[in-house]
């Protein structure tokens, strides 16, 4: 079965700091998709960013990117010139593209305080 | 991207009684989902509901419990029946846009359920 650990139950970080959140993650399959997704206390689930497991190159959204270790199962989300609002509870997540495509299976989450 | 109503937000519901929640997508989508986040957790797949055929069940959820219905492409229900303390979490539904060369997983806002 698939499984995606999040050993930093807590980060924080200076604002206009740079933060690295790990995930690691367990899968016989070698075709699927990586997600970061975001849940601040309104807690909606805000999608951050995607990483295809067949691409080598690293996804970027703006401040956000991700260092995808496909060998290693590791896939560490950075966050660059920190703001306020980034400070939430991080969720890294991962899905098959075959048969269970759209069927998430999430770590424990990353809760991110961010500091003035 | 996918927007997604979910209704009610929040509810508070004695112990036996019945709640059904409420999601609408403002597009068509094959596939929807129904996860649960009990306080403090991660999220958990509870079911995947396609238009025209019945809910498929994660292991540890069952239709008795959870009924769903789905009765076309931007629309479904999910009820938590005879609910107890231990069914109070917040319940999400998820949609996957995009197909498979571009696959994106979207969330509703979320109900807050709370069982006395």
């Known amino acids: 079965a698939q499984t995606v650990t999040q050993s930093q139950p807590e980060m924080s970080v200076q604002e206009a700091e740079t933060v690295t959140l790990s995930c690691t993650y367990d899968?016989?399959?070698?075709?699927?998709?990586l997600f970061w997704y975001k849940q601040p206390p309104s807690r909606q689930m805000i999608l951050v960013i995607r990483?295809?497991?067949?691409?080598?190159q690293n996804a970027t959204e703006n401040r956000f990117s991700v260092n995808f270790q496909k060998a290693a199962k590791s896939f560490s989300l950075k966050i660059s010139d920190s703001q306020l609002g980034d400070a939430a509870m991080y969720f890294c997540?991962?899905?098959?593209?075959?048969?269970?495509?759209?069927?998430?299976?999430f770590g424990r989450g990353t809760q991110l305080t961010v500091w003035p | 991207s996918a927007v997604i109503s979910q209704k009610p937000s929040r509810d508070i519901c004695q112990r036996g009684t019945s709640l059904t929640i409420q999601c609408q997508v403002d597009?068509?989508?094959?596939?929807m989902f129904w996860y649960r986040q009990q306080p403090g957790q991660s999220l958990t797949l509870i079911a995947t509901?396609?238009?025209?055929?019945?809910?498929?069940?994660e292991s540890g959820f069952v239709i008795d419990k959870f009924p769903i219905s789905r009765p076309n492409l931007t629309f479904s229900t999910l009820t938590v029946s005879n609910m107890s303390p231990e069914d109070s979490s917040i319940y999400l539904c998820?949609?996957?846009?995009?197909?498979?060369?571009?696959?994106?997983?979207?969330f509703g806002s979320g109900t807050q359920l709370s069982v006395l």
């Open positions: 998820s949609v996957a846009t995009g197909g498979l060369t571009n696959e994106k997983l979207f």
């Open positions: 990483q295809e497991a067949y691409k080598q």
């Open positions: 997540a991962y899905t098959d593209r075959g048969s269970t495509l759209g069927r998430l299976y």
């Open positions: 597009s068509q989508v094959t596939m």
């Open positions: 509901a396609n238009q025209g055929s019945e809910a498929t069940y």
């Open positions: 899968t016989s399959e070698s075709d699927y998709y």
